[in-house]
């Protein structure tokens, strides 16, 4: 045991030195001088699919129909009980910042992590290594569908619409499938399909996308989706910052889950978690929200949140190991169904209750493309490969700490326009929160008392 936890050290350390003396030589992700091109202020829209057909479609199933999709396709469904709190979701979004691909609220970063999702997630068939990858020559659209949904070409030719640019199929015939279908295994991959196109990547609404057919036709060879979802996550804020508007085209619903694990302290620790059939978004869904919170309050908290305010460690993260870099890369490449994207797990390394120390972040910047011209698939080629040789660091357990060295590196590093701390608002966010009784109810409770000293 003690050899075990030696060896650990021995790794953190060499990593850490690796990552200090990188940062040095290479610098980070924006130099001094740099001229930001961000709005101020980014007005994204958050404008959901109506998911009430799908919540009747699974409440009408018995548990054998659905332990198949469980078992197949992860925790997906516990999504369509999650509340998108558009206040927070916007106040959220103007504190992303696309340059560390990571959200920078005051003096804390945190991100999303590969791990955290996949957590969330529970997909039982995935490898965590085995990623999508947008090759040059797939299978048709037509033919897609035609393999998942069992129907004929004919069929599926002439349900296909074109949105915009972008060619899909409409909720509503698949919506028909699912009921009509007699084969379960088919109408749980239709379903299944169906989450992936209206929740997890819903660009146009009511409608499945065809890209998204292609990401979910390789989930049979046990890729996993997670690298796909966090990339479209990424890309979607960074794409609303620069515009300064925009609507959001990702999971909102599993962002806002990593936001309210992060940020609210759980005071007693469940040994749930060490059960493989523990289930932490079903927790998370069944846990009640405020959602009488305005904008700018949230804007007011994250912007002032001092660091005992944050749950480092979500409770449900239970992972040993951490990924930090692919390949040649010095962070982790993202491919998603429509661009690519890099982050630094480095970067939020008190998320996994390790010691933060300087992380690398050159190259962050200038790293997201997406599958648009003649030129990207030599990049989407490169980033694929990298997963061929992942690196991961062993996770030593020693509270969220960090090194001198990251606050000199911290105090300096340059961002690229996110709203500073106001020195006046050190409160808490339970002072944030904390509801303030009207005149009235002052009055009625000062009768109550005089009433109660009379009897």
């Known amino acids: 045991m003690e050899s075990e936890f030696l060896n650990k050290v021995k790794d953190n350390a060499v990593i850490r030195i690796w990552s200090e003396r990188s940062q040095l030589e290479k610098g980070d992700s924006l130099t001094m001088g740099h001229a930001s091109e961000l709005w101020d202020y980014t007005s994204i829209n958050v404008t959901q699919n109506n998911l009430q057909e799908l919540k009747e479609i699974w409440a009408q199933w018995d548990d054998e129909v659905k332990q198949l999709f469980y078992c197949n396709y992860g925790d997906l469904p516990y999504l369509l009980d999650i509340n998108v709190d558009e206040h927070l979701f916007r106040a959220l979004a103007q504190f992303w910042n696309s340059t560390y691909s990571c959200f920078t609220f005051g003096k804390v970063d945190m991100v999303p992590t590969v791990e955290e999702y996949t957590t969330l997630l529970r997909c039982p068939r995935i490898q965590m290594d085995k990623i999508y990858y947008r090759a040059a020559n797939v299978l048709t659209f ?130 749930q978690v060490f059960s493989e059939n523990y289930s932490p978004l079903k927790e998370l869904a069944t846990t009640s929200r405020r959602d009488d919170i305005t904008e700018e309050k949230w804007m007011t908290i994250l912007q002032n949140l001092p660091d005992e305010d944050v749950e480092w460690r979500a409770s449900w993260m239970v992972p040993d190991e951490i990924l930090y870099r692919c390949g040649d890369f010095d962070w982790v490449p993202l491919l ?93 966010i339970e002072e944030h929160l904390r509801v303030v009784p009207s005149e009235l109810e002052i009055i009625k409770q000062d009768f109550e008392k005089r009433s109660s000293e009379f009897r």
Request: hydrophobic share 35%.
């Open 336 to 428: 998603g169904i429509w661009g690519a994207v890099g982050y630094a797990p480095l970067l939020v390394l008190r998320q996994y209750k390790s010691r933060q120390f300087v992380p690398v972040t050159q190259g962050l910047a200038e790293c997201e493309f997406s599958y648009k011209g003649n030129n990207y698939m030599g990049k989407i080629r490169e980033m694929y490969s990298a997963w061929k040789q992942i690196h991961q660091m062993k996770r030593i357990a020693v509270g969220a700490t960090t090194t001198p060295e990251y606050h000199g590196w911290r105090s300096k590093r340059i961002n690229d326009n996110i709203p500073k701390p106001r020195e006046e608002c050190g409160y808490s």
């Open 142 to 271: 037509t033919k897609k569908l035609t393999r998942i949904t069992r129907m004929s070409e004919q069929w599926v030719t002439a349900r296909i619409k074109q949105k915009g640019k972008n060619r899909c199929i409409p909720w509503r015939s698949l919506r028909d499938q699912i009921l009509a279908h007699p084969d379960t295994k088919k109408k749980v991959d239709v379903f299944a399909l169906s989450m992936y196109g209206l929740v997890i990547f819903p660009k146009a609404l009511g409608h499945i996308d065809e890209v998204v057919t292609d990401l979910f036709d390789q989930l049979d060879r046990r890729v996993t989706p997670v690298p796909a979802i966090l990339a479209e996550t990424f890309r979607s804020l960074s794409a609303c910052r620069r515009t300064g508007e925009g609507r959001f085209v990702g999971c909102a619903q599993l962002l806002l889950v990593w936001f309210h694990s992060h940020f609210w302290k759980v005071d007693k620790f469940s040994y």
